[in-house]
C-alpha cells in the first residue's frame, strides 16, 4: 500500500498515493489542467509544456504531467505566471502548425483547436507564421495512414505509441532544433518501412498530423450510382463504439440503430462480417485440429505448431516484417473482412442473381490496416477486388451525420440475408481472447461432441486486459475420430498489442514455450481499441466496449459459430466443407516476407 | 559588497603531483572525512550551474546498494569555452584521479568520460594515459574509466541528454526528478561532474579544504579556470579567483575598447561598460562555466545575439515547445524589427516570449536562452532596432 502524500492545489486540499503526478492530484479535485503530449496509454514525456503549474519555491515552472507530488507541496494552477506562459506555449505551437483547419479532417476535433478556442482572446497571432518558412510534406503513399507534418506539434504521443505499444517504431524523431520533426526510417513513405498500419498512432495524434485515407466520398458516389449494388458489411467491434461519435457514452451496443442508419444512409444490403467471423471459426478450427493431426500423428514437418490466427492485418504485417520465418505458422485462413469479400461477389452475387461485376463491396472496420489489407494483391480471388472500400467506424459516423440523421433517435433494425446471420462466438472476436474463446467453443465440440466445459460458454480465462494470457485445455471423452487428442493438453496463448504479440513470438522462438494456438491482435484490447475506432481512447473505455462485446455475445440465441444456420447453409450450398476445395480458393490466402528495414 | 582584484592562481596546471600517491592518501581516511572536507571546501560545479559537488557525492552515496556510476562531463559546448580541453589536454590523470577519489566515496566500479565528439584528437592520449592510469591505482581500488565519444551536439551536454546519448538513444534532456543522483545512467544512482569540478576536488584531497576555501567569496569559493576570448590582446586559460569585479578582469584583458563582456557563452549574461563596477564573478554576481568573451566597439550586439540565436535554433534538441519554437521566434523577430518589418514594440513581445521560455522550457538549454537574449536586448536596444 502506497503512502499518502498531503498537498494544496489552488488552495484546496488533496490527498493522493505517493508516486502520482501533480495532474492526478489536479484531476482528482476537478481541477482542469489543459494538457497536449500527454495520454493515458503513454509513459511521461513532459515535451508540449501546456500543463505547467506553479510550485511554491520552484525556481521555474514545473509540468504537471511530469512533477510528481511531495508532501506538504503548495501548486498553483491559474497564476499570471502559469496563464503568461500557457498561453506564450499555445501560441508558439500554433505559429507553428499549418492551421487551415476548415480544410482539415479533424476540423472540430483537434486538441489544438481546443486549447486555441479557450485560450485565444485577441483575434490576432501573437507570433510569426513560421509554416511558408518550413518544408513541411505530406505522406499518403499508404492506403491506410495519411502523415501530414505542417499540423504536428510534435507531441511524440504517435512516437510513443509506436515504440510502447507497438514495439514497431515506425515513427522516430529526427533532426533537431527547429528541424526536428517526426519521422520514419530514412524518411520513407510509411507505405515503403515497418508501420503495421495498426493506426494505434492516429487514435492518440492530438490533431490532424495522423489521419486515416477516408473513402467518404467514394462510397457516397457509389451509392448514388443507380447501376451499382452496394453491399456493406460491419465488423464485431463496431456495434460497441460508433455510439461514441455519435453523441452516446462508451459501452452502449448499437448493434439495431446501426444497421437502421446503413440502410438510411442508402446501403442496399446491409450484412454482417460477423457472419464470416463464424465461418473464419469453422476453417481456422479445421486448420487447427489438422495440424494438430499431421502434426502429432503423421509427424508430417510441413504442419507448423503454434497455428497463429491471422484476423488482425496490423498482426500480419508485424509478422510479416519482423517474424518472416513463422509465415507458416500463420492460418492460411483470411481475416472475415476478406472473406466476406471473396463470397460478396461470388455466393452472394449468385444467389441473388447480380452480375458481381455491379457490386461494390464496403466494410465498416474499427481498423485502418483493413485498408491496406483490402488492397493487397491476394484478395482477389472473386476475380475483382474483393473488398472495394473500407471505412473506419469513424468514418461511418461522419455519414451517418452528413446523411443528418438523428441516430439515437432511430429504430432498431436487423441484418439483410444472406450473410447477415451470425452466433455469439463471432460478436466477440471485437474483443482480445474472442477468436480464441469462439475457436474453443468450436473445435471442442467437434473433438469431444460436448460443449467445452465452461459455464454458460464463457471461457473467462482467455478474456480481459492482461498483455498476455497463456491457457490450457485438457481434451477428454474424444470421439473416435479425434481420439488421438485424449488426454491432450492445448495450450493456448492469447495477446493483444504488439509488444505483447512480440513477446509470445520470443518465446515461441527462443523454444521456451510450446504452445499449440496463438491468437494474437494487434491493437490493445483488440479490435475494439482499433485504429479506426473513435477517439479518445483509454483503458477506462476500452473495458467498457469489451464489457458491451460480452453482453452482445451473452444475448445471442446462438453461441457457436458451427450452429450458426447460414453457416450451415453456406457449406452445404456453396463451399462443400471446411478447408475444402472451394474454400481454398476463396477464404485462404498467403503470406510474404517483408524486410524489416 | 566586497570585490577581489583580480588574482592568478596555480592550482591546476603547473604543480607537480603523483596522482596515485594523494590516492593513496585520500583512500585512508573515511568516506564521509572526504565528503565533509569536499563540503567544508565550499566546492561548486563547475560546469555552470554551480550545484555543491560535496552534495552530489553525498546523496548519491546514500542510495541504496547496487550499481553506481561516477561520469566526466567532457562534452564541453559551451560557446567561447575551451578549458576542459586544455585540462584534459595537460593534466588528463588529475582529472581520473577526481573520479577515482569520487567513485571510492560513492562506491562505483565504473566511470566514464562523455568526450566532446570535437575533442576526438584528445582521444589517443587520452587513452594511453588511461592506461597508466588504471595499472597505478590497480591495486587501490577496483574502478575503470572508460572513454565515451560524444557526436557533436551541445544538448549533450545537459546531463539527462549525456545519459540518454550514452544508453545509445537520442540525445534529449528528460523530466526531472528523478536526479542523477536518484537515477542517472541506465537508471542507477550517478555523479556527473564537469572535467573542472573533478580535478579540483582531487585538488582539494591533496592539499586539504582549507586552501581552496581561503579563496573567492563566501558563495564563490575557491579559483576557476577561464577561457577569455573576443576582443583581447590576450586571449587563453586562465586560472583566477572567483568574486573579482568585471571591472579588474576588463582592466587586465579588455583592449582598452571593451563594450561589452558575455559572461558564460551563448547561455550565459551580456554585461555592458556601465556595469563592469558593479557586476561580481561568481555564483552571487554573474556565474560562468568558464568563458568570457570580450567585444570591444567595432562589434554589433545585434550580429552577436543573432550569432547566439542561430546557434539555439539549430541545438535546441526540440522536443519541448518553448525551446524549439521559441528560439525561431526570437530570431525570425529580431530580424524582423531590424528590417522594420515588425515594430521597435514587437521586442516587448519578444521578451515576455523569452521569460515563458526562462520559466517554461524542459531543461537548462531553453531556460538559458533568456539570458543573453534579454540582457543584449535590454542593455543594447538601440543596435536591435536600428
Not at chain 1, 478474456?463 to 481434451?475: L, N, S
Request: charged share 25%.
Amino acid at each position: 500500500m502506497a503512502n499518502n502524500i498531503n498537498l494544496k492545489i489552488d488552495g484546496v486540499d488533496v490527498q493522493v498515493e505517493e508516486g502520482r503526478t501533480i495532474l492526478d492530484a489536479a484531476r482528482a479535485i476537478n481541477v482542469h489542467i489543459p494538457t497536449l503530449c500527454y495520454h493515458e496509454d503513454l509513459c511521461v514525456a513532459g515535451n508540449c509544456r501546456v500543463c505547467v503549474v506553479e510550485v511554491t519555491g520552484a525556481r521555474a515552472l514545473v509540468a504537471s504531467c511530469a512533477m510528481p507530488v511531495s508532501e506538504g507541496m503548495e501548486v498553483e494552477t491559474n497564476t499570471l505566471k502559469v496563464r503568461s506562459a500557457r498561453k506564450n506555449i499555445i501560441e508558439l505551437l500554433l505559429s507553428e502548425h499549418n492551421a487551415d483547419c476548415t480544410n482539415c479532417y479533424k476540423n472540430k476535433q483537434c486538441e489544438l483547436q481546443d486549447l486555441a478556442s479557450e485560450y485565444k482572446t485577441s483575434g490576432e497571432q501573437l507570433y510569426m507564421d513560421l509554416v511558408p518558412l518550413k518544408n513541411y510534406t505530406i505522406d499518403d503513399f499508404s492506403p491506410s495512414i495519411i502523415k501530414d507534418d505542417s499540423k504536428c506539434i510534435r507531441c511524440q504521443r504517435c512516437v510513443r505509441t509506436c515504440e510502447e505499444l507497438q514495439h514497431v517504431s515506425a515513427l522516430g524523431v529526427a533532426y533537431k532544433g527547429d528541424k526536428m520533426k517526426i519521422s520514419t526510417f530514412f524518411e520513407n513513405s510509411m507505405f515503403d518501412v515497418v508501420c503495421t498500419n495498426c493506426g494505434q498512432c492516429i487514435n492518440r495524434c492530438p490533431t490532424g498530423s495522423l489521419i486515416e485515407r477516408n473513402y467518404v466520398d467514394e462510397v457516397w458516389d457509389a451509392i448514388y450510382d443507380e447501376k451499382k449494388h452496394v453491399v456493406v458489411q460491419t465488423a464485431p467491434a463496431t456495434r460497441v463504439a460508433l455510439g461514441e461519435d455519435l453523441g452516446l457514452e462508451p459501452g452502449q451496443v448499437v448493434t439495431g440503430k446501426m444497421v437502421s442508419a446503413l440502410k438510411r444512409v442508402g446501403f442496399d444490403s446491409v450484412l454482417d462480417t460477423d457472419f464470416t467471423a463464424d465461418l473464419t471459426i469453422m476453417e481456422e478450427g479445421t486448420e487447427l485440429l489438422t495440424r494438430l493431426k499431421k502434426a502429432l500423428v503423421d509427424k508430417d514437418p510441413t504442419a507448423k505448431l503454434p497455428m497463429a490466427t491471422s484476423c488482425s492485418p496490423g498482426w500480419i504485417k508485424f509478422i510479416e516484417h519482423t517474424f518472416p520465418e513463422y509465415l507458416d505458422n500463420l492460418s492460411t485462413c483470411k481475416s472475415p473482412q476478406q472473406m466476406f469479400g471473396a463470397l460478396a461477389k461470388t455466393y452472394y452475387a449468385q444467389k441473388r442473381g447480380i452480375d458481381p461485376e455491379n457490386i461494390v463491396s464496403v466494410s465498416i472496420m474499427p481498423c485502418v490496416a483493413k485498408k491496406f489489407e483490402a488492397d493487397r494483391p491476394e484478395m482477389r480471388s472473386s476475380g475483382y477486388k474483393d473488398v472495394d472500400y473500407v471505412l473506419t467506424t469513424r468514418e461511418m459516423a461522419r455519414m451517418i451525420r452528413q446523411a443528418g440523421l438523428d441516430f439515437n433517435a432511430l429504430p432498431e433494425d436487423s441484418y439483410d440475408s444472406i450473410m447477415g446471420e451470425s452466433s455469439g462466438a463471432a460478436v466477440i472476436f471485437g474483443a482480445t481472447g474472442g477468436v480464441m474463446e469462439a475457436a474453443l467453443r468450436t473445435a471442442y465440440e467437434i473433438v469431444t461432441g460436448r460443449e467445452v466445459p465452461f459455464e454458460n460458454l464463457n471461457i473467462t480465462p482467455v478474456r480481459g486486459m492482461d498483455g498476455v494470457k497463456e491457457v490450457t485445455v485438457k481434451i477428454e471423452g474424444t470421439l473416435p475420430d479425434w481420439s488421438f487428442l485424449e488426454g491432450a493438453e492445448l495450450k493456448t496463448v492469447t495477446a493483444h498489442g504488439l509488444t505483447n504479440a512480440k513477446l509470445v513470438m520470443e518465446k515461441v522462438k527462443s523454444g521456451e514455450a510450446d504452445y499449440h494456438f496463438i491468437e494474437i491482435m494487434a491493437c490493445p484490447g483488440g479490435c475494439i481499441g482499433g485504429g479506426g475506432q473513435p477517439i479518445p481512447t483509454n483503458m477506462e473505455i476500452r473495458k467498457k466496449r469489451t464489457e458491451a462485446i460480452y453482453m452482445e455475445d451473452a444475448g445471442k440465441p446462438i453461441r457457436k459459430s458451427h450452429e450458426n444456420p447460414e453457416v450451415v447453409a453456406i457449406y452445404k450450398e456453396f463451399l462443400g466443407e471446411p478447408c475444402g476445395h472451394k474454400s481454398h480458393e476463396l477464404l485462404h490466402t498467403h503470406y510474404k516476407a517483408r524486410h524489416r528495414y | 559588497m566586497t570585490y577581489k582584484k583580480l588574482k592568478r592562481i596555480d592550482l591546476i596546471f603547473h604543480e607537480d603531483c603523483d596522482c596515485s600517491q594523494v590516492l593513496e592518501k585520500t583512500f585512508r581516511k573515511s568516506n564521509d572525512e572526504i565528503i565533509n572536507d569536499i563540503l567544508e571546501s565550499g566546492l561548486k560545479g563547475r560546469g555552470g550551474a554551480g550545484f555543491p559537488t560535496g552534495l552530489k557525492w553525498k546523496f548519491t552515496a546514500e542510495q541504496p546498494s547496487g550499481d553506481r556510476f561516477v561520469i566526466c562531463n567532457a562534452d564541453e559546448g559551451e560557446p567561447g569555452t575551451f578549458k576542459d580541453r586544455e585540462i584534459l589536454f595537460k593534466v588528463p590523470s588529475k582529472v581520473f584521479s577526481g573520479m577515482a577519489v569520487c567513485a571510492k566515496v560513492i562506491g562505483a566500479k565504473k566511470g566514464y568520460i562523455y568526450l566532446r565528439g570535437e575533442y576526438r584528437f584528445l582521444l589517443p592520449q587520452l587513452t594511453k594515459a588511461l592506461d597508466v592510469f588504471h595499472k597505478e591505482i590497480k591495486d587501490l581500488l577496483d574502478f575503470e574509466i572508460i572513454i565515451q565519444m560524444g557526436s557533436g551536439a551541445y544538448i549533450c551536454g545537459e546531463e539527462s541528454a549525456l545519459f540518454e546519448s550514452m544508453e545509445g538513444k537520442r540525445g534529449e534532456p528528460r523530466n526531472k526528478p528523478p536526479y542523477p543522483t536518484v537515477a542517472g545512467f541506465m537508471n542507477k544512482p550517478t555523479v556527473i561532474n564537469n572535467v573542472e569540478t573533478l580535478v579540483y576536488a582531487f585538488m582539494i584531497c591533496k592539499h586539504g579544504p582549507t586552501r581552496f576555501k581561503e579563496l573567492g567569496t563566501s558563495d564563490s569559493r575557491g579559483s576557476k579556470v577561464f577561457s577569455v576570448s573576443g576582443d583581447t590582446p590576450i586571449a587563453g586559460i586562465y586560472e583566477l579567483e572567483l568574486g573579482m569585479s568585471l571591472d579588474h578582469f576588463v582592466e587586465e584583458f579588455g583592449d582598452g575598447d571593451t563594450k561589452a563582456v558575455q559572461v558564460g557563452g551563448a547561455a550565459g549574461f551580456c554585461v555592458p561598460r556601465k556595469k563592469f563596477k558593479d557586476t561580481i564573478i561568481g555564483f552571487e554576481g554573474v556565474p560562468t562555466g568558464g568563458s568570457m568573451k570580450v567585444f570591444n566597439s567595432s562589434r554589433s550586439m545585434y550580429n552577436v545575439l543573432h550569432n547566439y540565436l542561430e546557434f539555439f535554433e539549430e541545438e535546441s534538441c526540440g522536443q519541448c515547445t518553448p525551446c524549439r519554437v521559441g528560439c525561431q521566434q526570437l530570431i525570425k523577430g529580431i530580424e524582423a524589427v531590424k528590417k522594420g518589418e515588425q515594430k521597435a514594440a514587437y521586442l516587448d513581445q519578444l521578451m515576455k516570449l523569452s521569460e515563458t521560455m526562462k520559466l517554461a522550457s524542459k531543461c537548462g538549454l531553453g531556460q538559458s536562452v533568456a539570458n543573453s537574449f534579454s540582457s543584449i536586448v535590454d542593455n543594447f536596444r538601440e543596435e536591435m532596432i536600428y
